[in-house]
């Protein structure tokens, strides 16, 4: 079964606004949560991560948003660009193995 | 540094054929971790070998295997194919594969297509 639920699906954004993408996991073993992004063609490149002992972390643009009692994260992409527009997948790890959730497709209109 | 390479990028089989694909890691990375990727699964978790042993697997069945050798390039194999085994498979390395403090590299894949 999916072990990290991931939403939504897809969502189409205007540039300069702002995409966030949800996920929420069951098993509190897990110990890391990356985002990757990936672009057609293209394997899965590591955008931003986070432990679950910090709240928020920020990298220029991206910002994960982590709520550990609620075993929930986020990631919010500010002043998207039609560069940012791919599939971006949450995930949590344990064990050397990382668990995906299904992926959003992200769409920045111009 | 040269990335992640997966060889051959591209492969055509039919039903009850197997199978190799192949898998050169950053160099100086030692951890290498399988996954498969379908548009109706996603991306689920095949097999993570780290110094020729594999340390964990995914749940999928055994005509799926891998191995890794000293120079830490790996070798995934699937006997037997079927047609939901058409996927895309991507490998991926790390220096130690401790996912906590080491980032996982993800090669282009290999697109595998069971006629």
């Known amino acids: 079964q999916q072990q990290v639920k991931q939403s939504p699906q897809s969502l189409i954004v205007q540039k300069g606004g702002i995409s966030i993408i949800n996920c929420a996991y069951e098993?509190?073993?897990?110990?890391?949560f990356p985002w990757y992004q990936q672009f057609p063609g293209k394997g899965p490149a590591l955008l931003i991560a986070?432990?679950?002992?910090?709240s928020e972390k920020k990298e220029g643009r991206f910002t994960i948003s982590f709520n550990k009692s609620a075993k929930q994260f986020s990631l919010h992409i500010m002043d998207s660009q039609p560069g940012d527009s791919a599939t971006y997948f949450c995930?949590?790890?344990?064990?050397?193995?990382?668990?995906f959730g299904a992926g959003t497709t992200v769409t920045v209109r111009a | 540094k040269a990335g992640v390479t997966q060889t051959p990028r591209y492969l055509i089989k039919t039903r009850g054929q197997q199978v190799t694909l192949s898998c050169s890691p950053i160099s100086g990375h030692r951890s290498v971790s399988w996954y498969q990727q379908t548009p109706g699964q996603g991306l689920q978790f095949l097999f993570e070998?780290?110094?020729?042993?594999?340390?964990n697997k995914g749940n999928f069945p055994g005509r799926f295997s891998g191995r890794q050798f000293s120079n830490s390039r790996s070798e995934m194999n699937v006997s037997t194919l079927e047609l939901g085994d058409s996927a895309l498979y991507l490998c991926a390395s790390s220096l130690v594969g401790g996912l906590g403090t080491d980032t996982q590299y993800f090669g282009p894949g290999t697109r595998l297509t069971v006629l």
């Open positions: 070998y780290f110094s020729e042993t594999q340390r």
């Open positions: 986070i432990r679950p002992d910090v």
């Open positions: 995930a949590a790890s344990k064990d050397y193995k990382l668990s």
């Open positions: 098993n509190t073993a897990f110990d890391y």
